[in-house]
Each structure stands twice: as C-alpha cells, then as structure tokens.
C-alpha cells in the first residue's frame, strides 16, 4: 500500500510517499522559517498564503522522488488539526481535491497523533498488526504541545498530564528569541548549549508535583531574568544559559516519564514531537529508560519535527482499519488527541 501524506498544520509545507505504513519513498519539507524569521514567529496569513503556493509543487516531488505515479497512489492522509487554521485549511481542501480528482481514499490525521507514528517508521509492525508498541508511554513534546500519554492500543489513548501553560518548545524559543538566537530558537539553543556548562545557572528543575502536568513558564520568566540582569552578557554566558536551560527542562520531562513508567508498566517509551530533536533530552530519556529496562524508541531528528511521513503512516494505519473520510473533512484547530 502507497500512501501520500500531507502537512501543513504550521510553518512546514510536507509532502511524502510512504509504502507499506513504514517504509518512506520520499520525504519532501518546504520550511518557511526565513519567511517568519523576521517577526520572530509565524505570521498565520503568511504561513497559508505560502502553503498555497508550495504546496502542489511539494506534493509532485514527493511523487517524483518515490519514483510514483498518481495511479501507484492507494490514499491520501492529511493533517486536519491541531494547528493555525488557515495553514490546515490549505492542506485539507487540497488533499480533498487530489482525493476527488484521483478518486483515491481520504483520512484526516490528528497532528499529534501524527507525531508519534514517526515512532513507527522503519520498524517492524508489532504481531497484532499495530504499528507501535503496545502499551507504552509516550511523551510529546512540540512548540505548542507537552503531553504525557498512554498509548493503550491501536489508536487508543489515554492523557496521564500535559502542560498547564507554556510548551517546552514554546519557552525554548522564547528564551532563545530574548538570547538573540532568531526563530525558531530550538536548534539553535541546542547547538550553543552543547559548547556550555550546565550548572553555570542555577536554575530549579521546574514543576515537580505528585501528578503528572507540567509548566515551563515558570522557568521561562526565571531564565530570561537572568539575562536581563546581564546588560552584556559574554558567549561563555550564553552557553551557559542554554544549557542550563535544557538541563532542567529535560530534568523536568523526564522525571514524570520515569514515575509513570514505573507507576504504568508499559513496553516501550516513545518520544515525539519537534522538542524530541534535542540531543539533551534525548540522551536524558534514553539514560532513564536503560536504568529502568524499558525499550525506547526516539525517532531521528528528521522525522521529529514538522514532516509528512509520520502523517502519511499514522493515516495508513487508519486506512487499513477502515478509516474514510469524507468530502466534508473539515480543518479543526484545536483538535484534541
Ligand atoms: O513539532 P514541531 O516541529 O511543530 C509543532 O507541532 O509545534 O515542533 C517545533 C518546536 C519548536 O519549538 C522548536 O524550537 C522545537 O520544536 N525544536 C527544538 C529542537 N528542534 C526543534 N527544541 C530544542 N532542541 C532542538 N534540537
Ligand atoms: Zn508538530
């Protein structure tokens, strides 16, 4: 089975073919991130106006760089929320239109949900015919979204916490945007911090309750007093900062991971979401999960962030459960999962 994946819920206008649920044929990422750069985040308007005209193009090379014809094509899947309205309306209506016109099955894809499908790419389906390990406990963390989940089945969740306020990414990017890192400020965070020290700020591992919510704008406001209080502040400083930054912000993450897993039992740890690219966090969850003995899986980079291969295999894995969508599929920007 040949799927086409479609993306645009944010600033990435994706396209991707993807065969058999898990094996990508293309991967195709438009970003528009030096169109926002300037106005240091998406401007929405812009952000749809620019998945109008991107976004055919990027779907012919995704065909193209499969090596596929439309004729090839078995469905389409296509994020319907969340996300900027105006961005998911763009990638509906067209996903729509290609679906009537090729007469190809349709099925919209919850974003988040999308995310953690990337955890299932190049891996073998498990014998119940699901394509991620079940249950295990997944942890999402994106520039909009923090959530601790139970994936109980196939497309069965149950929510254990999320952020009462700002994202991680969120407070990523707005103490790297007040550092002068640009938008967005995730990476570049990540890269500065790993020439820095950890504990040159002592800031406190944020949020530490009996459940299982979390909250970033705390930390946020602390780091950026901190920096205020530095009218120059020196590169060794700034290193310093980021990583310090992170330190805790992982800390944070992965403590709730560790107690859940241990109060939960699940099979596997799953960790998505365009945060989930960081290397801090990274090393953090998979060091946790070793000590407790409980496989992880932590996409690459590449299919952590804003892609269309984990929407075309979350929405292949609908598709063979029968999932159709109709000519009504409506974009819907706060989707929940
Ligand atoms: O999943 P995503 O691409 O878009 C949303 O669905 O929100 O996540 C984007 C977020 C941004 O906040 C970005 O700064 C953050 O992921 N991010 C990172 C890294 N790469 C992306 N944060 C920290 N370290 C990274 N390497
Ligand atoms: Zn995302």
């Not at 750069?37 to 998945?51: C, K």
């Not at 193209?64 to 389409?76: L, N, P, S």
């Not at 039992?265 to 690219?277: D, E, K, M, T």
Request: glycine fraction near 10%.
């Amino acid at each position: 089975m040949l799927v086409l994946g479609i993306e645009t819920s944010c600033d990435e206008t994706a396209a991707a073919v993807v065969e058999d649920s898990v094996r990508p044929r293309s991967n195709i990422i438009a970003s528009q991130a030096a169109l926002h750069q300037r106005y240091g985040g998406v401007v929405p308007e812009l952000a749809s106006r620019r998945h109008n005209e991107r976004l055919l193009p990027v779907v012919h090379l995704a065909l193209e760089q499969a090596g596929v014809a439309w004729d090839d094509i078995d469905g389409i899947a296509v994020t319907r929320g969340p996300g900027l309205v105006g961005a998911l309306v763009v990638g509906v209506a067209a996903a729509k239109t290609l679906a009537y016109v090729r007469g190809l099955a349709l099925v919209g894809v919850n974003h988040l949900e999308g995310h953690l499908f990337a955890n299932a790419i190049d891996h073998e389906p498990e014998p119940s015919g699901g394509l991620l390990p079940t249950p295990s406990l997944a942890l999402i963390v994106s520039g909009a979204h923090t959530d601790l989940i139970l994936v109980e089945g196939a497309h069965a969740y149950t929510i254990l916490g999320r952020t009462r306020d700002d994202a991680a990414g969120e407070a990523f990017d707005k103490v790297a945007r007040a550092m002068g890192l640009g938008y967005p400020g995730g990476p570049a965070l990540d890269r500065l911090g790993q020439t820095g020290d950890p504990s040159l700020v002592p800031l406190p591992v944020p949020f530490q309750d009996k459940g299982y919510d979390f909250s970033f704008s705390g930390i946020k406001t602390a780091a950026l007093r901190v920096l205020a209080a530095q009218p120059a502040p020196e590169p060794v400083f700034l290193a310093g900062l980021a990583a310090s930054l992170q330190r805790v912000v992982a800390e944070a993450l992965v403590r709730k991971v560790g107690r859940a897993a241990r109060e939960h039992h699940p099979r596997a740890i799953l960790l998505a979401g365009g945060v989930a690219a960081n290397s801090v966090l990274r090393r953090r969850l998979a060091d946790e999960a070793q000590g407790l003995g409980i496989m992880v899986r932590i996409p690459p980079p590449i299919l952590c962030t804003d892609n269309a291969v984990m929407i075309a295999a979350c929405g292949a894995s609908l598709l063979s459960r029968g999932k159709r969508d109709g000519w009504d599929l409506g974009a819907s920007a706060n989707l929940p999962l």
